[in-house]
């Protein structure tokens, strides 16, 4: 990463009260800057929905580790990382109810930050298909 490190348009997002709002459908930009920084992020979700979370790498140079958080800002309900340098970290996740939940976006390890260190963070509605089984 090159030395450099000018915070994104997103900061202040460095605490679940400074959480950038996501909607379904949406998408934010950001970085890993300045180090040791995490982003925060607020989902409204819909009880009864399924929800897919990916943080995509832009130009290869962010791997990140996302944890979601439920509406009481504590309790961790599941985690996900980039399984390496520039690739994506998703998850799917079915709302129990209806609230505001937390996404902690983080970088993968310490001091990995840099301007360049871009990442593209959606959500979006999953839709879940079942495929009929055949046995012969």
């Known amino acids: 990463m090159p030395a450099g490190c000018a915070p994104d348009s997103l900061e202040?997002?460095?605490s679940p009260g400074q959480?950038?709002?996501l909607a379904s459908g949406g998408?934010?930009?950001g970085n890993l800057c300045p180090a040791a920084n995490p982003d925060w992020f607020a989902l409204p979700l819909v009880e009864g929905e399924h929800y897919l979370v990916d943080a995509q790498?832009?130009?290869g140079g962010a791997a990140v580790r996302l944890s979601l958080y439920a509406p009481d800002e504590s309790t961790l309900l599941l985690s996900a990382e980039s399984p390496d340098f520039g690739e994506s970290a998703r998850f799917h996740f079915y709302a129990p109810s209806s609230g505001t939940y937390l996404l902690k976006l983080e970088p993968l390890v310490d001091g990995l930050?840099?301007?360049a260190?871009?990442?593209?963070l959606n959500l979006s509605s999953a839709a879940i298909t079942h495929l009929p089984l055949l046995f012969r």
């Not at 260190?117 to 593209?120: D, E, F, L, S």
């Open 12 to 14: 202040p997002d460095d």
């Open 19 to 21: 959480a950038n709002l």
């Open 27 to 29: 998408s934010l930009n």
């Open 57 to 59: 790498s832009l130009g």
């Open 113 to 115: 930050a840099g301007s």
């Open 117 to 120: 260190a871009q990442y593209q």
